[in-house]
């Protein structure tokens, strides 16, 4: 059994979404639980998430969707992002929906439908200006005529129309209500047609938080039902009333008194100053501790924080932990709620300037992840 451990919380995802729950007002609420629950788990987390109220979940990839399905875990679930040579017949099998951005995605859901002799379940993206996955609004009238008569034949049933925004983050940045008109429009061309879709959605975590006007009928999201802010203009976790699941912990595998002037690790990028204690924590690269972090981040031991000495590598990494009596087998808490003296996922995101995001998704598989509050 590893000494390391990504300990989940599944109190804390329940009341993280039950507290987007009641932001969202009247809209549904979808939780993303895409690329491994965020690191989190895919299956505990999407369980303790329909226990906190969420009604849907999301995930991007076709084997995501599958491996809820071959759990047990029936809910509504809506997958949108299969290429052309994915298995779109599987998915819809499943009774999974399926996101539809051009008219070769249209095609394979179709084809889909005529071997399961059953309409398929289809969720319409526009593309109001992310400039990512969704139709462009040139290509939009065809898409969603298209979809009309193929639900006129029984293929499909257009059940969602749906964008994603580029600025939730900065609530008050003017493309969110280009991109809120670009979607009323996109809605307007669906209700000229035969189309009568109940589900539009817009919001991620952070339009969920702070933008209502963007709630509809349903709402995505991902990275707060975790307990992360989706970014300081939204609000700090504390401010928003989320709590952090995953905490990263570890001990300390080996400590030595070294003279100063002594180099530390790969590239000797830091050196100590004076007569000092180094603290090896076994865990590196591999397993989400990013590179990036050397000489930037910081780890607390025994509820103190200490600064990361040196080079980051794959499986271990230096703490100057000075003269205090830490010894091997001490616990090491890498990122937590931050209530216990240890660093955030988000403090450290900032120090090595990325997203929270990255912090929690990049925890690797050697990691276990150890579930606290499992009903
Ligand atoms: C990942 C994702 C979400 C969730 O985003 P958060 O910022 O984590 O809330 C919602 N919708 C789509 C399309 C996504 O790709």
């Known amino acids: 059994m590893s000494v390391s451990a990504a300990r ?207 709630h509809y009928d349903l709402v995505r999201p991902g990275v707060a039902i975790y307990g992360l802010s989706p970014g300081p203009d939204v609000g700090t976790t504390a401010d928003l009333g989320l709590i952090p699941a995953m905490t990263f912990t570890s001990q300390i595998a080996l400590t030595k008194r070294v003279p100063g002037g002594h180099g530390v690790s790969y590239g000797h990028r830091y050196t100590t100053e004076e007569e000092t204690t180094l603290a090896l924590v076994p865990l590196g690269y591999a397993d989400g501790v990013p590179r990036h972090l050397t000489n930037v981040g910081a780890v607390a031991v025994n509820g103190r924080r200490y600064p990361i000495a040196g080079s980051v590598c794959m499986d271990q990494f230096v703490l100057d932990v000075g003269d205090d009596p830490i010894t091997a087998g001490d616990d090491v808490v890498l990122f937590g709620p931050g209530t216990s003296g240890e660093p955030t996922a988000t403090d450290w995101a900032d120090a090595m300037g990325t997203i929270n995001y990255e912090i929690v998704t990049r925890v690797g598989a050697r990691v276990p992840r150890i579930y606290e509050g499992e009903r």
């Not at 303790?48 to 029936?74: P, Q, S």
């Open 8 to 214: 989940i919380n599944l109190d804390a995802i329940r009341a993280n979404v039950s507290a987007l729950d009641s932001r969202a007002g009247t809209a549904q609420v979808m939780a993303v639980v895409k690329a491994d629950g965020y690191g989190h788990g895919t299956l505990p987390a999407a369980r303790a998430a329909l226990d906190g109220g969420a009604t849907w979940l999301g995930v991007a990839m076709a084997d995501e969707a599958l491996e809820l399905r071959a759990a047990g875990i029936d809910a509504p679930t809506l997958a949108w992002l299969l290429g052309p040579n994915d298995d779109w017949a599987a998915v819809a099998r499943a009774d999974v929906d399926l996101s539809v951005n051009a008219g070769w995605a249209l095609d394979r859901v179709v084809a889909a439908a005529r071997g399961l002799g059953r309409p398929v379940r289809i969720h319409l993206k526009v593309d109001t200006g992310l400039g990512r996955a969704g139709a462009q609004p040139h290509d939009w009238p065809a898409l969603v005529d298209a979809a009309a008569k193929a639900q006129a034949d029984g293929m499909v049933d257009v059940v969602g129309v749906w964008s994603h925004l580029a600025y939730a983050d900065s609530p008050s940045h003017p493309t969110i209500e280009a991109q809120r008109l670009a979607f009323e429009a996109a809605l307007e061309v669906v209700a000229a047609t035969d189309l009568d879709p109940p589900l539009r959605h817009l919001a991620n975590s952070a339009a969920t938080l702070v933008l209502p006007a963007t």
